[in-house]
Structure formats: C-alpha cells, structure tokens
C-alpha cells in the first residue's frame, strides 16, 4: 500500500520561508514522478510543480515560478517545495501527489493527505 506523508506546513508571515516534505512508502520511489499541489479556500485545487523521477523538474505554476523550488532525494524516499517569499494567496492545504506528471491532477495515482500553509499579513 502506497503512503504519501506530508509534513513542515504551518503559520508563516508574509515573505518568509517554508519547506514542506513529502516521504513516500509501499513502492519504488526512485522511479516515481512526483508533483505538489494545493487548494486554497472556495478554489479548485492546482498543480504547484511536478518532478520526474531523474529529478528534472517538469512543471511549476506561473504563480509560484521564482519563490518555489522543488526537489527530490530518492535514497530518503521524500520530495521536497521549498517555499519562499510567501504571500497570503499561498495560504492553501498543500498536497503531495505521486505516480504523474505536470498540471493535470487526474494523471496522478496517489495522494497524501494534505497539509496547511497559512500566511499572515
């Protein structure tokens, strides 16, 4: 059985930092694309960036390009957004995703179980 694990959310102010992380077990991570996702308050949710398995990035959202930084290390199984210059429209749960690739969430098979980032102005 495949788990996704999110974890490093919170209450961050605005411009500050935070790196979320996303540990997966139940299967080979190594060749596993990944992407993270969130959904703000009354709004569909969106695909923030993906990564493919080699590590190049596949996918990052006009709105995160430039602050966002996504990573992975295979050999500890976890993916990586590290998160700066936040703004209040980042405020969003924040979903790791597993098994797709890019902005189309019906292309991925798994899904962790969310995790909340909120910034105050």
């Known amino acids: 059985q495949v788990q996704l694990v999110e974890s490093g959310g919170g209450l961050v102010q605005v411009g500050g930092s935070l790196r979320l992380s996303c540990t997966v077990s139940?299967?080979?991570?190594?060749?596993?694309?990944m992407g993270w996702f969130r959904q703000g308050p009354g709004k569909e949710r969106e695909c923030v960036a993906s990564?493919?398995?080699?590590?190049?990035?596949?996918y990052y959202a006009d709105s995160v390009k430039g602050r966002f930084t996504i990573s992975r290390d295979n050999a500890e199984k976890t993916v990586y957004l590290q998160m700066n210059s936040l703004k209040p429209e980042d405020t969003a749960v924040y979903y790791c995703?597993?098994?797709?690739?890019?902005?189309?969430?019906?292309?991925?098979?798994?899904w962790g179980q969310g995790i909340q980032v909120t910034v105050s102005s």
């Open positions: 990564i493919h398995w080699t590590g190049t990035v596949t």
């Open positions: 995703a597993g098994g797709g690739s890019g902005p189309d969430k019906s292309r991925y098979n798994d």
């Open positions: 139940g299967r080979t991570f190594s060749v596993y694309d």
